[in-house]
């Protein structure tokens, strides 16, 4: 191989590695600012994707509940279509609701601008229709990003959210593995991603781990005098907040 074509083959398989980065992983702000912290002072955000999904979101509801706090629920539009009772739920009950887009769908990064705008207003729509509220978040499915969904989600004019920590609750885990496993990134201005639903490429699973996880999450989290928040102020704030 000569000198020129090695180049060429380095700088494709370098400019193939960024894109990749750009695109998969949680903290590129490549395509649009991310929210990955909030800066309100002592608190944090626990924020659940892929519901609302029975009986799980319901439990989490009722423990949030018990409890006095809010959280952020990023929504799955087919999910609030089928589930509009729990929507308004959610609302009623103070907690903030995010955009997660209307499928879900694991190559919906394959797909253009248009495809994404209809996910975001469509989404939406069913949320303003069930509750009167207008999200003004969004979280893209996976974290994945693409110039067009980007695109899409400025002329919704939704904020991407993204987080500082995951607890991966969507594989096999134990409550007490998903606790220690969040334990050390529970910290100010943490935004944690949990899970309440079933994307439907998972109806057959179950999310009961986290909804046993939550008591023990929310004593350490009182423990260490952090207080749960919603993202509301997110949706307030005067411009959008970009931190790595
Ligand atoms: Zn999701």
Not at 59 to 88: C, K, N, Q, V
């Amino acid at each position: 191989m000569s000198p020129a074509v090695a180049y060429t083959a380095l700088a494709a398989s370098l400019a193939a590695a960024g894109l990749a980065w750009s695109v998969f992983h949680p903290a590129s702000q490549t395509f649009a600012p991310v929210i990955r912290r909030i800066s309100t002072p002592d608190s944090i955000a626990l924020t659940f994707d892929d519901g609302p999904t029975p009986p799980f979101t319901t439990h989490i509801l009722e423990i949030l509940r018990d409890r006095h706090l809010s959280a952020t629920f990023f929504i799955i539009g087919r999910h609030a279509s089928e589930h509009p009772g729990l929507i308004r739920r959610i609302a009623d009950e103070g907690h903030t609701l995010g955009n997660h887009s209307w499928d879900h769908h694991h190559f919906g990064i394959n797909h253009g601008r248009d495809y994404w705008r209809t996910q975001l207003s469509r989404t939406n729509d069913a949320i303003l229709n069930i509750t009167g509220i207008t999200p003004q978040l969004f979280r893209p499915p996976m974290g994945f990003k693409t110039w067009h969904l980007a695109a899409a989600a400025r002329e919704n004019h939704l904020r991407i959210v993204g987080w500082s920590a995951r607890a991966f609750d969507t594989n096999p885990l134990t409550p007490d593995r998903l606790v220690a496993r969040l334990a050390p990134r529970l910290r100010p201005g943490a935004i944690i991603a949990l899970h309440d639903g079933l994307e439907p490429a998972r109806q057959h699973k179950s999310q009961q781990t986290t909804v046993d996880a939550l008591p023990p999450l929310l004593d350490l989290l009182a423990a260490r005098r952090l207080r749960c928040v919603n993202l509301h102020s997110l949706e307030t704030a005067a411009a959008p907040q970009a931190v790595a």
